[in-house]
């Protein structure tokens, strides 16, 4: 673990990150968007390691939302390839670095190409132990609550049996904690449809910090204000 990790007791189980600003930083480099997703991307790698080195467990990722199918269809299609070469580049070293990678979101309305890679490194890094990476790609907030309720009509639930907890676990996130620290970067202050059944007593940090230039220092300083604050919960 490198010298530079914090060393404060009240560190969060799970962070959320809404990436944010991607394109605003092409736009002041005179690139184009895609560029600065290229950029974003690779600058995952990076972001997971450090949460890693700090102790984090569970990292989820907001990578592409069910509303982004409206952008113009060559940014949309340029994000898809972005991503599947990705996978491809990056699924040996997640390995190796005990990184356990998961999907969130609905992973039947992707290419079927597509499909088959996230779900290849999913099947590779299952048995990974050192931190949980969730990526919420073709993920949203009230189709997750939509597809949940489904689930509980199929399954027959009697309205008398259904509580948060029977609820929870028909969401994609079963399993898991629900955020401690939902983090956005490029200064935007609003959830955008993004664990919003989950984030219910997240505690929130925005930075003006564009995602591609989010780095391990910004990763610490987010950790640090994280843990200054004091969770109540609706209590006192």
């Known amino acids: 673990m490198p010298d530079s990790c914090l060393q404060i007791a009240n560190l969060p189980t799970h962070v959320a990150i809404i990436m944010d600003g991607n394109g605003r930083w092409a736009q002041q480099r005179g690139l184009p968007r895609l560029a600065g997703h290229r950029a974003g991307t690779e600058n ?21 939302s069910t509303e982004n199918w409206g952008r113009p269809q060559p940014e949309v299609n340029g ?27 609905r992973i039947e309305e992707l290419s079927l ?31 997750e609550i939509l597809d949940a309720v489904r689930r509980l009509l199929v399954e027959g639930i009697e309205a008398s049996q259904l509580d ?20 956005r970067t490029a200064g935007e202050m609003r959830l955008s449809n993004f664990l919003i059944w989950q984030a219910a007593y997240a505690e929130y940090y925005t930075t003006p910090v564009f995602w591609p230039d989010f780095g391990r220092e910004d990763v610490q300083q987010s950790l640090l204000a994280y843990s200054q604050r004091q969770r109540r919960f609706g209590g006192l």
Do not use: W
Request: net charge neutral; hydrophobic share 40%; charged share 25%.
């Open 164 to 183: 948060e907890e029977a609820f929870s676990q028909r969401l994609y996130t079963a399993g898991m904690p629900d955020p401690d620290l939902i983090i």
């Open 79 to 105: 994000l898809l390839q972005i991503l599947a070469e990705m996978i491809d580049k990056e699924t040996e070293n997640l390995f190796r670095n005990g990184v356990r990678l998961m999907h969130l979101g």
């Open 113 to 143: 190409e597509l499909q088959k890679a996230v779900r290849r490194t999913v099947k590779r890094t299952e048995s990974n132990t050192k931190i949980n990476v969730c990526v919420a790609f073709n993920y949203g907030g009230r189709a």
């Open 44 to 64: 995952v790698s990076r972001v997971i390691e450090a949460f890693s080195d700090e102790g984090i467990k569970f990292l989820t990722l907001y990578a592409f």
